[in-house]
Protein backbone atom coordinates (compact mmCIF):
# COMPACT_ATOMS: atom_id res chain seq x y z
CA UNK A 1 0.00 0.00 0.00
CA UNK A 2 1.47 2.87 -1.01
CA UNK A 3 1.90 6.17 1.38
CA UNK A 4 -0.07 8.75 0.91
CA UNK A 5 -0.38 12.18 2.99
CA UNK A 6 -2.31 15.12 3.77
CA UNK A 7 0.72 17.95 2.76
CA UNK A 8 3.17 16.39 0.46
CA UNK A 9 5.63 18.86 0.83
CA UNK A 10 5.33 18.35 4.80
CA UNK A 11 8.31 16.72 6.65
CA UNK A 12 5.95 15.70 9.46
CA UNK A 13 4.72 11.90 9.50
CA UNK A 14 1.13 11.03 8.08
CA UNK A 15 0.03 10.50 11.76
CA UNK A 16 0.83 14.02 12.37
CA UNK A 17 -0.44 15.91 9.18
CA UNK A 18 -3.80 13.78 9.22
CA UNK A 19 -4.16 15.08 12.83
CA UNK A 20 -4.38 18.59 11.67
CA UNK A 21 -6.14 17.81 8.75
CA UNK A 22 -9.12 16.50 10.35
CA UNK A 23 -8.87 19.67 13.10
CA UNK A 24 -8.65 22.36 10.21
CA UNK A 25 -11.89 20.75 8.53
CA UNK A 26 -13.85 19.61 11.81
CA UNK A 27 -16.30 22.46 11.53
CA UNK A 28 -17.29 21.45 8.49
CA UNK A 29 -16.93 17.69 8.42
CA UNK A 30 -20.37 16.53 9.14
CA UNK A 31 -21.97 19.07 6.71
CA UNK A 32 -19.67 18.08 3.54
CA UNK A 33 -19.61 14.31 4.55
CA UNK A 34 -23.40 14.30 4.31
CA UNK A 35 -23.47 16.53 1.17
CA UNK A 36 -21.00 15.16 -0.80
CA UNK A 37 -22.21 11.43 -0.12
CA UNK A 38 -25.80 12.46 -0.72
CA UNK A 39 -26.64 11.03 2.53
CA UNK A 40 -25.68 7.71 1.91
CA UNK A 41 -23.17 7.35 4.70
CA UNK A 42 -25.74 7.37 7.26
CA UNK A 43 -27.07 3.93 4.85
CA UNK A 44 -23.91 2.73 5.09
CA UNK A 45 -22.70 3.37 8.71
CA UNK A 46 -25.93 1.13 8.99
CA UNK A 47 -25.29 -1.72 7.00
CA UNK A 48 -21.63 -2.03 8.87
CA UNK A 49 -23.68 -1.91 12.58
CA UNK A 50 -25.99 -4.29 11.04
CA UNK A 51 -23.04 -7.05 11.07
CA UNK A 52 -22.39 -6.80 14.68
CA UNK A 53 -26.61 -6.77 15.37
CA UNK A 54 -26.27 -10.69 16.20
CA UNK A 55 -23.16 -10.10 18.56
CA UNK A 56 -25.07 -7.77 20.64
CA UNK A 57 -21.79 -6.40 21.87
CA UNK A 58 -21.92 -4.76 25.47
CA UNK A 59 -18.89 -2.83 25.19
CA UNK A 60 -17.82 -1.53 22.00
CA UNK A 61 -14.77 0.34 20.48
CA UNK A 62 -15.07 3.24 17.93
CA UNK A 63 -11.82 3.58 16.30
CA UNK A 64 -11.58 7.30 14.36
CA UNK A 65 -14.55 7.59 15.65
CA UNK A 66 -14.12 12.04 14.53
CA UNK A 67 -17.26 13.79 15.46
CA UNK A 68 -18.93 10.29 16.41
CA UNK A 69 -21.83 9.61 13.88
CA UNK A 70 -20.90 5.96 13.81
CA UNK A 71 -20.93 6.10 17.49
CA UNK A 72 -24.22 7.72 18.06
CA UNK A 73 -25.13 5.40 15.18
CA UNK A 74 -24.37 1.94 17.18
CA UNK A 75 -26.73 3.13 20.08
CA UNK A 76 -29.27 0.82 18.43
CA UNK A 77 -27.62 -2.21 19.21
CA UNK A 78 -28.46 -1.34 23.00
CA UNK A 79 -24.63 -1.75 24.36
CA UNK A 80 -23.45 -0.88 27.99
CA UNK A 81 -20.65 1.30 26.69
CA UNK A 82 -19.39 2.37 23.61
CA UNK A 83 -15.95 4.14 23.41
CA UNK A 84 -14.26 6.45 20.60
CA UNK A 85 -11.13 7.42 20.16
CA UNK A 86 -9.30 9.56 17.32
CA UNK A 87 -6.31 11.55 17.66
CA UNK A 88 -7.92 14.69 16.45
CA UNK A 89 -8.71 16.91 19.14
CA UNK A 90 -11.08 19.10 16.72
CA UNK A 91 -13.37 16.42 15.80
CA UNK A 92 -13.91 15.19 19.35
CA UNK A 93 -15.19 18.42 20.54
CA UNK A 94 -17.85 18.03 17.81
CA UNK A 95 -18.52 15.02 18.64
CA UNK A 96 -18.81 15.67 22.54
CA UNK A 97 -21.23 18.55 21.46
CA UNK A 98 -23.26 15.65 19.41
CA UNK A 99 -23.83 13.46 22.06
CA UNK A 100 -24.20 15.62 24.85
CA UNK A 101 -27.39 17.22 23.09
CA UNK A 102 -29.02 13.42 22.34
CA UNK A 103 -28.26 12.92 26.27
CA UNK A 104 -25.92 10.05 25.76
CA UNK A 105 -23.26 11.24 27.75
CA UNK A 106 -23.46 7.88 30.72
CA UNK A 107 -23.29 5.67 27.61
CA UNK A 108 -20.52 6.91 24.61
CA UNK A 109 -17.37 8.42 26.09
CA UNK A 110 -14.96 9.76 23.25
CA UNK A 111 -10.85 10.17 24.32
CA UNK A 112 -8.00 11.09 22.24
CA UNK A 113 -5.82 8.50 21.39
CA UNK A 114 -3.52 6.79 18.63
CA UNK A 115 -4.97 4.02 16.69
CA UNK A 116 -1.80 2.19 16.18
CA UNK A 117 -1.13 2.36 20.50
CA UNK A 118 -5.04 1.34 22.16
CA UNK A 119 -4.44 2.61 25.84
CA UNK A 120 -6.58 -0.82 26.74
CA UNK A 121 -5.98 -3.51 28.22
CA UNK A 122 -5.77 -6.87 26.11
CA UNK A 123 -9.19 -8.65 25.28
CA UNK A 124 -11.18 -5.41 26.94
CA UNK A 125 -13.87 -5.13 24.31
CA UNK A 126 -17.03 -7.39 22.72
CA UNK A 127 -16.30 -5.77 19.25
CA UNK A 128 -14.83 -2.88 17.67
CA UNK A 129 -15.97 -0.90 14.43
CA UNK A 130 -14.02 1.63 12.12
CA UNK A 131 -15.89 3.83 9.65
CA UNK A 132 -13.69 5.79 6.37
CA UNK A 133 -10.64 5.33 9.27
CA UNK A 134 -8.17 2.86 8.44
CA UNK A 135 -6.98 4.48 5.17
CA UNK A 136 -5.94 7.12 7.42
CA UNK A 137 -3.35 4.87 9.95
CA UNK A 138 0.25 5.57 9.29
CA UNK A 139 0.76 2.08 9.71
CA UNK A 140 -2.33 -0.20 8.84
CA UNK A 141 -1.00 -3.89 9.73
CA UNK A 142 -0.19 -2.10 12.70
CA UNK A 143 -3.52 -0.63 13.52
CA UNK A 144 -5.74 -3.37 12.67
CA UNK A 145 -3.06 -5.88 15.24
CA UNK A 146 -4.04 -2.88 17.86
CA UNK A 147 -7.78 -3.85 17.21
CA UNK A 148 -7.22 -7.38 17.22
CA UNK A 149 -5.24 -7.21 20.53
CA UNK A 150 -7.97 -5.21 22.83
CA UNK A 151 -10.76 -7.50 20.74
CA UNK A 152 -11.94 -10.36 23.57
CA UNK A 153 -11.74 -13.85 21.57
CA UNK A 154 -14.76 -14.37 19.38
CA UNK A 155 -15.11 -10.42 19.22
CA UNK A 156 -16.02 -8.71 15.67
CA UNK A 157 -14.55 -6.15 13.51
CA UNK A 158 -16.24 -3.99 10.93
CA UNK A 159 -14.73 -1.45 9.19
CA UNK A 160 -16.88 0.77 6.52
CA UNK A 161 -14.35 2.06 3.90
CA UNK A 162 -14.69 3.57 0.62
CA UNK A 163 -13.83 1.29 -2.67
CA UNK A 164 -13.36 1.17 -5.84
CA UNK A 165 -16.51 0.46 -8.33
CA UNK A 166 -15.34 -2.58 -10.39
CA UNK A 167 -17.46 -2.22 -13.74
CA UNK A 168 -18.48 0.16 -15.98
CA UNK A 169 -20.22 2.66 -15.93
CA UNK A 170 -20.41 3.39 -12.11
CA UNK A 171 -16.39 3.09 -12.09
CA UNK A 172 -15.86 6.16 -14.74
CA UNK A 173 -18.58 8.31 -13.34
CA UNK A 174 -17.18 7.11 -9.85
CA UNK A 175 -13.52 8.61 -10.74
CA UNK A 176 -14.53 11.53 -12.61
CA UNK A 177 -16.75 12.99 -9.56
CA UNK A 178 -13.82 11.60 -6.44
CA UNK A 179 -10.97 13.39 -8.37
CA UNK A 180 -12.93 16.41 -9.85
CA UNK A 181 -16.02 17.11 -8.76
CA UNK A 182 -15.25 16.35 -5.10
CA UNK A 183 -12.26 18.11 -4.03
CA UNK A 184 -13.55 21.07 -5.80
CA UNK A 185 -16.67 21.42 -3.11
CA UNK A 186 -14.58 20.30 -0.25
CA UNK A 187 -12.00 23.17 -1.07
CA UNK A 188 -15.01 25.94 -1.69
CA UNK A 189 -16.51 24.86 1.68
CA UNK A 190 -13.73 23.96 3.78
CA UNK A 191 -11.28 26.38 2.81
CA UNK A 192 -8.64 23.42 2.59
CA UNK A 193 -6.72 23.23 -0.44
CA UNK A 194 -5.16 19.68 0.21
CA UNK A 195 -8.38 17.87 2.05
CA UNK A 196 -10.59 16.74 -0.24
CA UNK A 197 -7.58 16.09 -2.66
CA UNK A 198 -6.27 13.58 -0.09
CA UNK A 199 -9.42 12.29 0.38
CA UNK A 200 -9.73 10.40 -3.47
CA UNK A 201 -5.69 9.49 -3.55
CA UNK A 202 -6.01 7.69 -0.26
CA UNK A 203 -8.74 5.73 -1.48
CA UNK A 204 -7.37 4.61 -4.66
CA UNK A 205 -4.13 3.82 -2.67
CA UNK A 206 -5.73 1.55 -0.02
CA UNK A 207 -5.75 -2.10 -0.49
CA UNK A 208 -9.63 -2.73 -0.95
CA UNK A 209 -11.23 -6.22 -1.72
CA UNK A 210 -9.39 -9.54 -1.10
CA UNK A 211 -6.25 -7.16 -0.48
CA UNK A 212 -8.01 -5.83 2.90
CA UNK A 213 -9.74 -9.34 3.75
CA UNK A 214 -5.88 -10.57 3.50
CA UNK A 215 -3.96 -7.43 6.00
CA UNK A 216 -6.97 -8.34 8.30
CA UNK A 217 -5.61 -11.99 8.24
CA UNK A 218 -2.01 -11.11 8.61
CA UNK A 219 -3.45 -9.38 11.82
CA UNK A 220 -4.85 -12.21 12.86
CA UNK A 221 -8.41 -12.16 12.03
CA UNK A 222 -10.56 -15.14 10.85
CA UNK A 223 -13.30 -15.89 8.61
CA UNK A 224 -12.82 -11.93 6.28
CA UNK A 225 -15.86 -11.06 4.75
CA UNK A 226 -16.31 -8.04 2.11
CA UNK A 227 -19.97 -6.88 1.65
CA UNK A 228 -20.18 -4.57 -1.29
CA UNK A 229 -22.65 -1.49 -1.02
CA UNK A 230 -23.98 0.99 -3.70
CA UNK A 231 -22.20 -0.94 -7.15
CA UNK A 232 -18.74 -0.67 -4.72
CA UNK A 233 -17.98 2.77 -4.10
CA UNK A 234 -17.82 1.62 -0.25
CA UNK A 235 -17.31 -1.74 1.52
CA UNK A 236 -17.95 -3.51 4.60
CA UNK A 237 -15.06 -5.65 5.90
CA UNK A 238 -15.59 -8.31 9.09
CA UNK A 239 -12.91 -10.34 10.97
CA UNK A 240 -13.22 -11.97 13.83
CA UNK A 241 -10.57 -12.67 16.53
CA UNK A 242 -10.00 -16.89 16.82
Known amino acids: MATVVPDKASKEKKKQQVEQMFDNISPYYDFLNHLLSFGIDIIWRNKAIAHLKQDQPQILLDVATGTADFAIQAMKLKPRKIIGVDISAGMLEKGIIKIRKKGLQDRINLQQADSEDLP ?30 VLKPGGKLAVLEFSQPPKF ?43 FENRLELAGFVSPRTQRLTFGIASVYTGIKK
Request: charged share 25%.
Open 120 to 149: FADGHFDAAMVAFGVRNFENLDKGLSEIHR
Open 169 to 211: PVRQLYKLYFMHVLPAVGRLVSKNSRAYDYLPESVYAFPSGKD
